[in-house]
């Protein structure tokens, strides 16, 4: 399955300021996907990225708020706009293995924020 | 909205006893998986499960589709200590993948 390199791992923001999370993947991948994660909750999928083209955003979610770039079939970065206390969360990007009837999804390490 | 309802939400198991934790989804389901998360780490894929009335074993861990395609369980028999976490199921739907609650699984000391 894929290895997927997630940055930063954990970081405290102050409200009103942006972080950017980026996902680096050992292979070629077409679809990448970001979740949120609150504490001791299921994952919510924020959108899924695909290379050459916007992103795909899901209900409740827009690209003002979390813009994602998609510049090659590797790489991946979300970004979490002008934060508040409420975008506190686990953050974690995903790819579908190569054989998807085999190996499912494998995820980023995640990057817990905290915005204060 | 599709949903995957997954229960219990906790569950408190001495050491040694059995786990279960059960999904249900409100629509049929193409194929459903199953994800570990230990505590302050991220989901890790187990097992997929594709077949109606398909079972699948891995050493302690027994995974059932159900019938109908629309419930799946995870049975782990005696549990140890390295089984702490949280079980998630996921289905997929309409090229959707649609996430339980999760399960987890509470060692008492």
């Known amino acids: 399955s894929a290895v997927i390199s997630q940055k930063p791992s954990r970081d405290i923001c102050q409200r009103g300021t942006s972080l950017t999370i980026q996902c680096q993947v050992d292979?070629?991948?077409?679809?990448m996907f970001w979740y949120r994660q609150q504490p001791g909750q299921s994952l919510t999928l924020i959108a899924t990225?695909?290379?050459?083209?916007?992103?795909?955003?899901e209900s409740g979610f827009v690209i003002d708020k979390f813009p994602i770039s998609r510049p090659n079939l590797t790489f991946s970065t979300l970004t979490v706009s002008n934060m508040s206390p409420e975008d506190s969360s686990i953050y974690l990007c995903?790819?579908?293995?190569?054989?998807?009837?085999?190996?499912?999804?494998?995820f980023g390490s995640g990057t817990r924020l905290t915005v204060v | 909205g599709q949903q995957v309802m997954q229960i219990p939400q906790y569950q408190h198991v001495q050491e040694g006893e059995d786990f279960t934790t059960y999904c249900n989804s409100s629509?049929?389901?193409?194929?459903i998986q199953w994800y570990k998360q230990r505590p302050g780490g991220h989901p890790v894929f187990l097992i997929q499960?594709?077949?109606s009335g398909e079972v699948k074993k891995q050493k302690r861990l027994t995974f059932q589709f159900g019938e109908a395609k629309k419930n799946s369980s995870l049975h782990i028999t005696a549990t140890q200590t390295t089984d702490v976490g949280t079980y998630f199921c996921?289905?997929?739907?309409?090229?959707?993948?649609?996430w339980g609650a999760g399960t987890k699984l509470i060692i008492k000391p």
């Open positions: 995903s790819v579908e293995g190569r054989a998807a009837m085999t190996y499912g999804y494998t």
């Open positions: 292979s070629q991948v077409t679809m």
């Open positions: 990225a695909n290379q050459g083209s916007e992103a795909t955003y």
């Open positions: 629509t049929t389901l193409s194929n």
């Open positions: 499960l594709v077949k």
């Open positions: 996921a289905g997929r739907s309409n090229y959707q993948l649609i």
